[in-house]
């Protein structure tokens, strides 16, 4: 059976749970953990999942579809603060929600011990102005306005929620990522690639830690915004993300670097 298939039956199995039953689900003290695989771990990740985990369902649907535009300075200064190992360390993006059309400037923020924090304004659309408080929100933030900022790349993916039955942690599975940068004009996929990250209450018992240690998914760092930059726009210092890249071409069972050729 396709893949593709097979994971919508998983996902057609699980009990489902409501946007509104998910803002019972108040993570105080949370902590994050992402996780890279392929699909066909993702297959054996919801099976051993059945009985275990809700699925969220947004309209009837338990896949959302999600688009992300990152912003950056002239001289890419976020995405070499990731580069280079900084912190703290910050992003800017533009999110809609595609099945809802709903929309967000956002500014993320890691600190020094991994945290990582969000905050967002409710905007338009993606095209994104410094009027209604958008200038003065990213000043806050990070010292910038929107003047100061260009789009870099953009990124469109699947993403699923899981929730387990003790309501102490969210899992979101993102897949069939895919890439268009701004300043190139290069695109790109990621294939087989599947990105995991466990959102949970401090270090409480995670049903689904057990489950990735038995498929040897270990924790592994993914940033979309870099690693999507990296592979479209090789003008850009990434010699700190190529032994990442090979060993996130295997899991995409693809090239990543492939559309990333100097013209």
Known sequence: MELSTRIGTLLENLEPITLEQMSEIRLMNRTDTKFVTDKENLVRLLELTQGKYYAQVIEGNRVANYMTTYWDT???????????GRAPRQKVRVRTY?????TFLEVKTKNNHGRTKKKRVKVADQAVTGADGNDEFLDSLVHLRLEDLHPIVRNQFHRITLVNYAKTERLT??????????????EADTGQLVIIELKRDGNVFSPVLEMLRQLRIKPSGFSKYCIGTAITNCNLKQNLFKQRLVRLSKLAHTDLRKNNQPS
């Not at 002239?74 to 280079?84: A, K, L, P, V």
Request: glycine share 4%.
């Open 74 to 84: 002239d001289g890419h200064r976020f995405y070499m603060e990731h580069h280079n």
């Open 98 to 102: 595609l099945d809802s059309d709903i």
């Open 173 to 186: 599975i993102d897949y069939d990522v895919r890439f268009h940068n701004y300043e190139t004009e290069n």
